[in-house]
């Protein structure tokens, strides 16, 4: 149920928790989305609710004494206990069990570290009601895989405050409507994600699953390219996905649309690229760890550095395996290049050109490196990939054709995504007629591929 | 109106989805009895239960006498009806499954294994010989024919002396129960069923690996009746091939020690079952699981990535079990 894509999520968490939302009187909104935040979680990964309980009183407690005068050591001190807690359980959930790992900490540790950080610089108030800081933590439809939100925008949400119904004197129904508008305008974003999620990102898991079960050393080449596509198309629409459904369920619930994923695709540079990716993740290893660091202001070597630091922190948070730290440092060299020799010395249209380049060509390749987690493997892949080493063992060179045979399908529309005009399209008009249309089919098509791959191996698993 | 001109998406799918549930419970007992839900997955909304019976091709106006369309004679029975100790399923649907056993065993299988039985072979019928496994070469396959499913599948995409000598009659996920009738054989004008394409011509080998997609469907005896009417037909439509019944292609140690269906020990009960199909006069079992083997009875994990089908470079294990395993008459 803690996925955004389960049913029971769906058809009964979802619609029970935004009636309950919209029943309870305003003032006391903000309880019924931390006590459903908290049943949600609960339901999820009972056992490291406690986890979660404890480290939303610590940090709450911390921001508070900062209400004050700020204290600077304050600071680095519970930022240390936020960032020791999730290293710690990060290390136990690699080498002792990975179900010791609990659900979501990296986001909720981020959130956290990020409201210190803006109590801090009188980002936000440092009296923030408990309420609202534990919900703001704990919050259902972030708590899984982000978006990291930032503190200032929960509480632009109009619906957990009672003020506006004192003040302008709103008539019920015009609330209603406004609830009734909110509530369409996320399902809207709900239904593209999921559909993104189940219609795309699950079917390519399936193409990239079939590529590993002919064995990396058996792939042609032009197979193995389009291996790296299918793989780079699948993290993208999932995690795409999963962040429209995380806003449209928020938007659902009063809160302003958070954009996570910006169109990467369309970058010039890959630098720019993971601005554009996983945009509040990015954002949040600027805002407190680069900048902080002292970013680009402290000379080319300090800039370098920070650079390394940053990009290995990110491979290291992935997993503490060879193939992340490598994923981090090839990433961390690209960048490098663009920074200090294409974007430098070369002409710019040349420089667009290579910047183009590399987002379209180098990061799926970065890609690989991220999914497959043997080395020997992943050398055996690479080997496919530029097989200027000797040739594969039983290759089928008609393997290609016969994958896209079955899966263009997926593939196409994949890449059509990837346009951004696309996107942006179909949200200026999104509440088009054809669109609901459309958008009603594409909800209960994804309904019909999750009811038969859920709990029925022999629909789901075809050998 | 304004409602809907306001939120048409919300009202659309709401009373969809409560329309659905509704027919969903309100068919639960009659057209939908036999679409399995809450059984795998221990909770889901009811709402499930309809998407799963449309893939079946069951609907609510579907009545329950009708027969699937796969089914020439009789119905397969339901994936949880057959394993035993889930208590989820009704009372009748058992009782069903032991009727139909019943059923089959009468009218065919009981003749044949009257007088296959291993040892009977010899002492019976002092004409038949009997003739024993020999090395081949390529050219052994020129008439052969191989049937199965998608591990089938990868043996004609990636054993090229195979592929470019033998006749390969496979599909993903084809099953025992449904292999003769599903129209899976691409012709120049559409798709033919395997019994329409062994009218049309002869092979002198016909081998057959299926069985691992219906693991969960029926207990052994069930699979092995069915096997048995299937090896009927061929022999009927065929009858100077030599069948090979291959046993079903283990898993991984992994893969057996977790999952409750596709484990070794249910794949080793049912090719134990079709063993018995075997005459060793022109129907021969073979296995090529000691081909593939990790000394314990699993598929050894280096061979492959999905812990069930061999990866590319280990399909030549199987090529050279078939070479050394050959019966020449």
Redesign the interface.
């Given at each position: 149920m803690i996925n955004f894509s389960d049913?029971?999520f769906?058809?009964?968490f979802l619609p029970v928790f935004v009636i309950a939302f919209y029943l309870t009187p305003s003032r006391f909104r903000t309880w019924t989305l931390l006590l459903g935040s908290l049943l949600f979680y609960a339901v999820g990964d009972l056992r490291m609710v406690p986890a979660l309980a404890g480290a939303v009183i610590v940090n709450f407690l911390f921001a508070r004494t900062q209400s004050g005068e700020k204290s600077r050591s304050m600071l680095i001190f519970i930022v240390l206990i936020d960032a020791l807690m999730l290293v710690e359980f990060k290390i136990l959930g690699q080498y002792v069990d990975s179900s010791l790992l609990p659900v979501g900490i990296s986001f909720y540790i981020f959130k956290m570290i990020s409201y210190q950080a803006d109590v801090y610089r009188d980002r936000v108030k440092a009296d923030a009601a408990f309420k609202d800081v534990a919900a703001y933590f704990c919050m259902f439809p972030q708590l899984v895989s982000g978006p990291i939100m930032r503190f200032e925008d929960y509480e632009k949400n109009k619906m957990l405050t009672d003020t506006e119904g004192k003040a302008g004197h709103a008539s019920g129904r015009k609330k209603l409507?406004g609830i009734?508008?909110a509530?369409?305008d996320g399902?809207?974003y709900f239904?593209a994600g999921l559909a993104m999620k189940v219609l795309l990102a699950d079917h390519l898991a399936m193409l990239w699953?079939e590529i590993?079960?002919?064995?990396y050393?058996?792939?042609s080449t032009p197979l193995a390219w389009l291996g790296a596509v299918t793989y780079s198309l699948e993290l993208y629409f999932d995690f795409w996905g999963y962040s429209l459904m995380a806003a449209g369920v928020g938007i659902m619930l009063g809160f302003p649309f958070v954009l996570n994923f910006d169109h990467p695709y369309g970058s010039g540079s890959v630098s720019e690229f993971y601005r554009r990716w996983h945009v509040t993740l990015g954002s949040w290893f600027r805002d407190y760890i680069y900048i902080p660091m002292g970013g680009s202001r402290k000379g080319e070597g300090r800039t370098f550095l920070n650079l390394l630091v940053v990009w290995l922190v990110t491979g290291f948070w992935h997993g503490v395996n060879l193939n992340f730290i490598l994923w981090g440092l090839v990433l961390f060299a690209i960048i490098v290049c663009e920074k200090y020799l294409v974007f430098r010395f070369l002409p710019r249209k040349i420089g667009r050109f290579i910047g183009h380049f590399n987002v379209l060509v180098l990061i799926p390749l970065t890609w690989v490196i991220f999914a497959i987690s043997d080395r020997f493997m992943l050398a055996e892949y690479f080997a496919r990939l530029f097989p200027f080493f000797g040739t594969g063992?039983?290759?089928?060179d008609a393997?290609v054709i016969?994958k896209l045979s079955v899966y263009w399908s997926v593939l196409l529309p994949g890449l059509i995504l990837l346009i951004p005009g696309v996107f942006k399209f179909w949200e200026n008009h999104r509440r088009h007629?054809a669109f609901?249309i459309i958008?009603?089919f594409l909800?209960?098509a994804c309904?019909?591929s999750?009811?038969?791959a859920?709990?029925?191996?022999?629909?789901y698993?075809?050998? | 109106m304004k409602l809907l001109r306001d939120c048409p998406l919300l009202v659309g799918i709401g009373t969809t989805a409560i329309i659905l549930s509704v027919i969903s419970f309100a068919f639960k007992d009659t057209a939908y009895a036999d679409v399995g839900s809450g059984d795998e997955g221990p909770d889901e909304p009811a709402i499930a239960r309809v998407f799963k019976a449309a893939s079946m091709g069951i609907y609510p106006w579907t009545t329950g006498e009708e027969p699937d369309e796969s089914l020439s004679t009789e119905e397969i029975p339901p994936e949880e009806e057959s394993e035993p100790g889930d208590g989820a399923s009704n009372e009748s649907s058992p009782e069903e499954v032991q009727q139909e056993d019943a059923d089959i065993s009468g009218n065919s299988s009981f003749d044949l294994s009257g007088n296959d039985g291993t040892f009977d072979v010899s002492g019976n019928s002092a004409e038949d010989e009997v003739y024993e496994f020999t090395d081949v070469d390529d050219d052994y396959f020129t008439d052969a024919l191989f049937i199965g499913d998608s591990r089938t599948v990868g043996l004609s995409e990636y054993c090229e002396a195979l592929d470019t000598r033998a006749t390969f009659y496979a599909k993903v996920s084809l099953t025992i129960y449904d292999c003769m009738t599903k129209d899976f054989i691409k012709t120049d004008d559409g798709k033919m069923n395997l019994e329409e394409a062994l009218t049309k011509q002869q092979y002198g080998k016909i081998y057959i690996m299926l069985g691992i997609n219906e693991i969960g469907t029926g207990n052994e005896e069930y699979f092995k009746n069915a096997y048995s009417e299937v090896i009927d037909k061929i022999r009927e439509l065929q009858p100077d091939a030599i069948i090979y019944i291959q046993g079903i292609m283990h898993v991984t140690k992994a893969k057996s020690s977790v999952d409750k269906f596709f484990n070794n020990g249910n794949i080793d009960a049912r090719n134990a079952a079709i063993a018995e199909l075997a005459d060793n006069h022109d129907i021969f079992y073979i296995d090529m699981n000691e081909a593939v083997d990790d000394g314990e009875g699993n598929l050894d994990d280096s061979l492959t990535f999905d812990d069930v089908h061999l990866k590319a470079s280990s399909y030549e294990r199987w090529h050279e079990f078939l070479l050394h395993n050959g019966i020449i008459r």
């Open positions: 049913l029971n769906i058809f009964r409507r009734l508008v509530l369409e399902l809207l239904v699953k590993g079960t002919i064995g050393e058996s792939i063992i039983a290759v089928n393997d016969k007629v609901t958008w009603f909800f209960w309904i019909f999750l009811s038969n859920s709990g029925n191996p022999f629909m698993f075809k050998f | -």
